[in-house]
T-cell receptor, first 114, second 115 residues
């Protein structure tokens, strides 16, 4: 069964600290993996997209890694800010239609405290 | 920033009412989607469209219907709302980027409460 599992479910950190969010998937075939940030009451916003051949991709203070062999990805946030408080969603696409079918994780709810 | 809009943002209605959630995008994207998301849960695809006059049901069974008469407009209709329809509804559109990667742009969502 194609699934996307994220951990932890929720995380609280102090402002300025680093954190790492995990995503494990069983989706096959694999096309790409995306990390989204979803603020409360808003729609998700794309942070990174990685294909099979990419191991790491950065977007400012966000760095995503991908190990396609172990089917694991992580999102590392450096020097966290209060505005980083949000849900971070891992989404995996299979190699179906042009977009592929998307499998969504339930997200990690990150809270950054001052 | 994506130009995709949803109205209303919040809606409280009584059981049995007919409602239409509006979604429009000004980016000229052919593909549009409707997702349902409950708090703390993953997004579930309920409808999608690959272009004008094209609509398909998604993975999650839904009593809603959609139409795609114009490229920029993808409304979702509930003929008779029930409390089980209480949820957040997210509209999205997608475009293919360089490298054959498509990316989705999401609207702000509509939070629906059916009493």
């Amino acid at each position: 069964k194609n699934q996307v599992e994220q951990s932890p479910q929720s995380l609280i950190i102090l402002e300025g600290k680093n954190c790492t969010l995990q995503c494990n998937y069983t989706v096959s075939p694999f096309s790409n993996l995306r990390w989204y940030k979803q603020d409360t009451g808003r729609g998700p916003v794309s942070l990174t997209i990685m294909t099979f051949s990419e191991n790491t991709k950065s977007n400012g203070r966000y760095t995503a890694t991908l190990d396609a062999d172990t089917k694991q990805s992580s999102l590392h946030i450096t020097a966290s800010q209060l505005s980083d408080s949000a849900s971070y969603i891992c989404v995996v696409s299979d190699r179906g239609s042009t977009l592929g079918r998307l499998y969504f994780g339930r997200g990690t709810q990150l809270t950054v405290w001052p | 920033e994506a130009d995709i809009y949803q109205t209303p943002r919040y809606l409280v209605i009584g059981t049995g009412k007919k409602i239409t959630l509006e979604c429009s995008q000004t980016m000229g994207h052919d593909k549009m989607y409707w997702y349902q998301q409950d708090p703390g849960m993953e997004l579930h695809l309920i409808h999608y469209s690959y272009g004008v006059n094209s609509t398909e049901k998604g993975d999650l069974s839904s009593e809603s219907t959609v139409s795609r008469i114009r490229t920029e407009h993808f409304p979702l209709t509930l003929e008779s709302a029930r409390p089980s329809h209480t949820s957040q509804y997210l509209c999205a559109s997608s475009v293919r980027l360089a490298g054959d990667q498509e990316t989705q742009y999401f609207g702000p969502g509509t939070r629906l409460l059916v009493l």
